[in-house]
């Protein structure tokens, strides 16, 4: 008999989420689930191992609500606008405090496979013209066991957590997707624990009929979270556009300590939860960013045999 994993983003957050975890919130530049982010900062959880492919915005927030001790990444930026200003004012200096771990995009690919799969490391022909292998011990040159010559090796990454957004999902956790993709099914099958948060909440028949949409089975998740508007800023295929605005706006905010840590007490701090931000951005901002007209894909007839 299935169980329904569906729980509130304060529950879920609350029940698998710890202190000194390592927490990846995946989603490459789409469906990144800004609304557990802020659920992590706003339940205070401390010395966090964040890792993510393209750290962007939500983990300069998190970095600026202290929650985190270390990053494990590969490209860093406010994508489209320019640095991660939370970030710098901790790693660069004398006496940095947040540890830093970078990879290239293949390499954090390669890792969370490895974990997935529980494989001791995984090779790649890369890093052989870059500095990555200095600054980064656990890069390191292997020869090929079939004579292949030296190739580089990268450790299994496996979150405690991970966390993804996805459009919507059933009651048992079976997530759908579409849409530009990152590693969310890697990161997902490499975890311990597994949140995902969606827009919509569906019967499992509509999973069913659509049975290759599903990029994380039921199997390995923990908790579904139903929270529309959760990837916000950054946007849900068919469902919202990405808030360019915001990514201008949080530059200046972020440069000036101060003004960052006002708007963490407005926007994250002040609110109750996702409901609560949804409503302060406002019926007119959320209009500017629904499509302007239906795309449908088409369908398909998978056919009945007897």
Known sequence: MNTSKVATMHDAIAAIVRDGDTVAIEGFTHLISFAAGHEIIRQGRRDLVLARMTPDVI??????????????????GNPGVGGLNAIRRVTEGDQPSLELEEYSHFGMVARYTAGAANLPFFPLRSYFETDLPVVNPLIRPIESPYGDGTVYAVPPLKPDVTIVHAQRADANGDTQAWGLLGCQKEAAFAAERVIVVVEELVDEA????????????????????????????????????????FYLDWDPISRDPA????????????????????????????????????APSGSVDYGEYR
Do not use: C
């Open 206 to 245: 509509l999973i069913r009929a659509d049975p290759n949409r599903t990029i994380i089975p039921g199997l390995i998740v923990d908790a579904v979270v139903v929270e529309p508007w959760g990837a916000h800023p950054s946007y849900v295929q068919g469902t919202y556009d990405r808030d360019n605005r």
């Open 259 to 294: 003004a960052t840590d006002a708007w963490l007490a407005e926007w994250v701090h002040g609110l109750d939860g996702r409901a609560d931000y949804v409503e302060k951005l406002g019926a007119e901002r959320l209009a500017s960013l629904r499509p302007s007209a239906p």
């Open 59 to 76: 983990y300069d927030q998190m970095v600026a609500a202290g929650v985190a001790r270390k990053l494990i990444f590969s490209w860093l």
